[in-house]
C-alpha cells in the first residue's frame, strides 16, 4: 500500500459524497447526534458504520482489541460517560467477531507481554464459564462461544456502571450484544437480558 493513495482515495470519496449531497459536508460540520454507541474490536475487516449501513454523525464509535470494558480502563469509560452523559445515545452495542484475535491468545497458553493484562480479562470470562465451554470438544465451536460470552461479560460490565444505570432510569437508555459473523456478513443479536442482568446486578452495583 502507498500512502499516497490515501489522499488519492480521499479526493474521490469527497467528490462521491457532493455528487448525492451538495451540503453534505455542511451539515456534518454543525455537529453529531448519534444515538448509538457502539463498542467493538479493532479488528480491521470490522467495520463499525458499514457493517450496520450507517454513515458520519449515526454512530459514536470505540474500538480495542476484543472489544473490552475494563473499568479501569479510562479510554472506554471516557467514551462511555461522554456517549452516554453529553451525546444522551439512546442504545449501547457492544459487538464482538468471530474470528478474533485477541480472544484466540486469551485461549492459549503463552505469554504475550504487554498484551498479558489485558487479556487476563478476557481469561476471566472463561474462568466463569469454564463448566460451559470445557464441554464443547469442538475447538472451533469453543473459540466462537468464548466470543459470545464475552461479548455478554462486556455488556455486564457496562450495566455495572453509574452512567448507564443512570440513564436507564432517566431515557430508558439499552445495551446490546452482538456478534458478527465474517464468513457471512450477518450481524447476529445475543438478545442480553438488559433488565434481568440490571436485576441481578443491583444488590452489589447499585450506583446513586
Same mark, same amino acid.
Given at each position: 500500500?502507498?500512502?499516497?493513495n490515501?489522499f ?13 449531497d ?7 460540520g454543525?455537529?453529531?447526534k ?10 480491521s @475487516?470490522?467495520?463499525?458504520?458499514d457493517?450496520m449501513?450507517m454513515g ?6 470505540h ?9 479501569i480502563d479510562l479510554?472506554?469509560?471516557?467514551? +462511555?460517560?461522554?456517549?452516554?452523559d ?5 442504545h449501547? =452495542? =457492544?459487538?464482538?467477531h468471530y474470528?478474533?484475535?485477541g480472544v484466540?491468545?486469551a485461549?492459549?497458553?503463552?505469554d504475550?507481554?504487554?498484551l ?7 481469561? /476471566? ?7 460451559e $465451554? ?5 475447538? /472451533?465451536?469453543?473459540y466462537e @462461544? ?9 455488556? +455486564?460490565? $457496562?450495566i455495572?456502571?453509574?452512567? +448507564?444505570q443512570?440513564a ?5 437508555l439499552k ?7 465474517i464468513?457471512?456478513?450477518? $450481524?447476529?443479536?445475543?438478545k442480553i /437480558?438488559?433488565?434481568?442482568? $440490571? ?8 450506583? /446513586?
Amino acid at each position: 500500500m502507498q500512502i499516497k493513495n490515501v489522499f488519492k482515495n480521499n479526493e474521490k470519496w469527497i467528490k462521491e459524497k457532493l455528487a448525492v449531497d451538495s451540503n453534505f459536508f455542511d451539515e456534518l460540520g454543525k455537529g453529531q447526534k448519534p444515538e448509538l454507541l457502539y463498542i467493538g474490536c479493532s479488528d480491521s @475487516r470490522v467495520t463499525a458504520e458499514d457493517l450496520m449501513g450507517m454513515g458520519p454523525g449515526e454512530v459514536f464509535v470505540h474500538r480495542n482489541i476484543a472489544n473490552m470494558v475494563i473499568s479501569i480502563d479510562l479510554n472506554v469509560m471516557s467514551v +462511555v460517560n461522554y456517549a452516554v452523559d453529553h451525546l444522551k445515545v439512546n442504545h449501547v =452495542v =457492544v459487538c464482538g467477531h468471530y474470528g478474533c484475535g485477541g480472544v484466540k491468545a486469551a485461549m492459549q497458553s503463552a505469554d504475550l507481554g504487554i498484551l498479558n493484562p489485558w487479556l487476563r480479562n478476557i481469561r /476471566d470470562v472463561y474462568r466463569i464459564h469454564k463448566d460451559e $465451554l470445557n464441554k464443547i470438544k469442538d475447538e /472451533d465451536k469453543k473459540y466462537e @462461544r468464548l466470543v459470545e460470552l464475552n461479548v455478554q461479560e462486556q455488556c +455486564v460490565n $457496562l450495566i455495572k456502571t453509574a452512567a +448507564v444505570q443512570k440513564a436507564y432510569r432517566d431515557h430508558g437508555l439499552k445495551v446490546y450484544g452482538w456478534v458478527f459473523d465474517i464468513h457471512t456478513g450477518k $450481524l447476529i443479536d445475543l438478545k442480553i /437480558d438488559f433488565e434481568g442482568i $440490571l436485576e441481578n446486578i443491583m444488590e452489589i452495583y447499585h450506583l /446513586d
